[in-house]
């Protein structure tokens, strides 16, 4: 579906659904460079299954209008003024990489807005090294490439991808080709300077799980340590053979996580 | 700084897609001979076929076998996927068939195969398909004609049989300043010579019958995509950008993007025309992918040697290879094609017709069939076999005159397959 946001256009995925008062709402948040269709399957599935699902495409990125937002907690905000558009009252806010900080931000920031979150691939700080950031800033390809083997575990170009016929790695680099000029930098800058981490998890009072993968580059399981620690109300889930893409190199296993924590 | 690494194309072409079998730890790709998988449960067979999950239902839409080839392929070019094919022709139509309704226009090469020209030409014709032939040496040809209803631009990365090289920097730039994309046959030049998605292609194809496969031994096609060409941003292609009743109101390219053709390839082409490959054919395949690498190489090697021995012969009139200086693509092979230019080509015997069947009845280390890309050499003579159904005039646009003879250089000791040639050639020259 389209609507407006702050007077921009702005696409949101429904799974082919009209949004119904009576039913949840889920909403997903992609990371860094993504888009809405980064959570093909999760989200499919939970508007085939009575959920409202809305797969958020975030300013700059896939459908919507840019600029891309600089911070985390203009991502937040703008989060929620997507829900006041659409006037729902409460949603499971699930967020992967950069979106699962955009998720915790709006659990601290909205807690009367938030029925639960799903951090998936998720650390604090959500630190990028130095020459990541520059590649991106410069738009080098560089910066694809890092992104994408760090973004995967370390078999994924020898391992069989659970999507028939499909090269993950491949997908990753056109999806990064796709994007306008400094729309990955400022993700990156964005979970770079995030700093709030700490204090919003300590304001999260709804239940929450963790999506850890345990061969994650980007962001190592240790680095949700403290998170978690400041989070008691909370569940992880681990998955021992995927990196930082879980929705994409263990789909049903992260799909099954969702729907049990759901 | 030194970043990360991809793994490069020789590791690829032996372990993309694949790890050892979790469920027995074969090393080697399993032959997974069924039509058909267990569900888990009847909620878990409602959402693969609902696309909530990812996974096999039936064997004409994906197999585990067939599936590490697609990915392997996709690995090697650069793309987002593949999908393989009951042959290089299944790939063609696929692409076509998914890309375009009746209507739709097409703009190629006039320097194709003869079934690729057959089936632009006249068969898709009857289901209100039009292809407009131009000349791959003439990228502006491509431009001036492209029609309002055109959907495709298509050509062969080094054409048929007269290896005119395709400039897909600059076909590519025309086909998408007119919001289109760019479909490759890369058969002759496999991965290992061309990544034509670097190039600017958008979509291509092999027939993996050939060099990928590589002895002669299985049939079959992949389709690949780049996952480059933003079909939304087109808006010349409802087939994945609008729902579709044909598959749960689906819109492809809302659904997954950077996948969007190769879903509904998959999900309606595989689905519905159900030209698939068998897992046989893909582990057959497969095993010449492992050693694409060595290969590809030795082919270009003796390809050059019997090019040179060739150019030497009193009895040859012209031979048709971009590494000659005198081929009209001499300049843009290099370019495009540093590692060379293959191990097809053909060549004009002196005395037409008739010394063309005397060499080829002389040949005894060569094998005359209609194939390309086998370990062995092979030979043909395109004018009564591959081509014959083009009229003499498209003939000539496709360079074949009565004497073309084309080779293909195989793996053999390059000192036989050269004294087998002079020995035919001596056997022409007498006929005259």
């Known amino acids: 579906m389209r609507l407006q946001v702050d007077g921009k256009s702005v696409f949101a995925y429904t799974a082919a659904h009209e949004l119904d008062a009576a ?106 090294s130095a020459a990541f950031l520059d ?16 973004s995967h575990a370390p078999q994924v170009p020898f391992g069989g991808n659970p999507n028939p016929g499909m090269w993950m790695y491949g997908d990753t680099l056109a999806r990064l080709a796709r994007l306008a000029p400094g729309v990955l930098h400022s993700g990156l800058n964005a979970c770079n300077n995030y700093a709030a981490g700490l204090e919003s998890a300590a304001k999260v009072k709804c239940p929450v799980l963790f999506v850890l993968g345990a061969l994650d580059m980007m962001t190592p399981p240790r680095g949700a340590q403290a998170l978690q620690e400041a989070m008691k109300n909370s569940n992880s889930v681990r998955m021992s053979s995927s990196g930082h893409s879980l929705m994409a190199e263990a789909p049903d296993a992260t799909l099954n996580a969702l729907i049990a924590f759901l | 700084m030194s970043g990360p690494k991809f793994p490069g194309f020789d590791t690829l072409a032996l372990h993309a897609g694949q790890s050892p079998d979790p469920a027995t730890g074969a090393r080697a790709v399993p032959i997974y001979q069924t039509t058909s998988y267990v569900f888990r449960d009847t909620a878990h067979a409602a959402s693969l076929f609902n696309m909530e999950r990812a996974g096999h239902i039936y064997s004409r839409i994906s197999n585990p076998t067939v599936a590490v080839l697609e990915e392997r392929i996709a690995a090697l070019e650069g793309g987002v996927g593949a999908i393989a094919t009951a042959s290089g022709q299944a790939a063609l139509h696929l692409a076509i068939a998914t890309l375009m309704d009746a209507g739709s226009h097409v703009v190629a090469s006039a320097a194709l195969y003869g079934g690729s020209h057959n089936l632009l030409g006249y068969t898709l ?26 959907r495709l631009l298509f050509g062969e990365t ?84 609008a729902p579709y009743a044909g598959f749960h109101n689906m819109d492809f390219e809302e659904e997954s993007g950077t996948r969007a053709f190769l879903l509904r390839a998959r999900r309606e082409g595989l689905r519905d025309f159900g030209a698939c490959m068998a897992p046989m054919t893909a582990f057959q395949i497969l095993q010449g992918v492992e050693t694409l690498h060595l290969r590809m190489p030795r082919h270009v090697e003796s390809t050059r040697k019997i090019v ?54 002389a040949l005894r280390v060569f094998s005359h069939l209609a194939n390309v890309g086998d370990a062995k050499s092979l030979v043909i003579h395109p004018a009564t076999t591959t081509h014959y159904r083009m009229s003499d005039e498209d003939l000539k646009k496709a360079g074949i ?32």
């Open chain 2, 308 to 361: 040179a021995f060739l150019s030497s012969s009193s009895s040859v009139e012209q031979i048709l290879y971009p590494e000659i200086p005198g081929h009209p693509d001499h300049a843009l092979a290099k370019k495009l094609l540093p590692k060379g230019c293959g191990a097809v080509f053909s060549f004009d015997i002196k005395g037409g017709r008739e010394a063309g069947r005397k060499f080829i009845e």
């Open chain 1, 23 to 128: 039913q949840r709402t889920v909403v997903f948040v992609h990371g860094a460079g993504l888009d809405h269709s980064w959570w093909g399957l999760q989200s499919r599935y939970f508007g085939y299954h009575g959920c409202n699902v809305l797969a958020l495409d975030l300013p700059g990125h896939g459908r919507s209008d840019g600029p891309p937002l600089a911070t985390v907690e203009e991502m937040a905000d703008w989060v929620f003024a997507l829900l006041q558009e659409l006037k729902i009252e409460k949603a499971i806010i699930v967020g992967h990489s950069m979106g699962s900080l955009v998720a915790l931000e709006f659990a601290a920031r909205h807690p009367e807005k938030t029925e639960k979150i799903a951090l998936v691939g998720v650390a604090f700080p959500m630190k990028v």
């Open chain 2, 158 to 241: 080094l054409g048929n049989p007269g290896l005119d090289v395709l400039d897909i920097p600059a076909v590519s730039g025309i086909a998408h300043e007119a919001g289109l994309p760019l479909l490759v046959d890369s058969t002759f030049t496999t991965p290992y010579l061309m990544q034509p998605f670097e190039l600017g292609a958008d979509l291509l194809y092999h027939s993996a019958t050939k060099f990928l496969g590589g002895h002669g031994v299985a049939i079959g096609g992949v389709l690949v995509d780049s996952g480059r060409f933003d079909w939304e941003k087109s808006g010349k292609f409802p087939q994945l950008t």
């Open chain 2, 125 to 150: 014709k009857r289901f209100g398909i039009e292809t407009t032939f131009v000349s791959p040496r003439s990228p502006e040809d491509f431009r001036k004609a492209i029609k309002p209803n055109t």
């Open chain 1, 135 to 150: 590649a991106a800033r410069r738009n080098d390809p560089a910066a694809y490439d890092m992104d994408t083997i760090w």
């Open chain 2, 401 to 432: 005159g009565p004497g073309t003879v084309r080779l293909s250089i195989g793996l053999e000791d390059a000192a036989d397959l050269i004294q087998d040639l002079e020995r035919a050639l001596a056997s022409a020259a007498k006929s005259k």
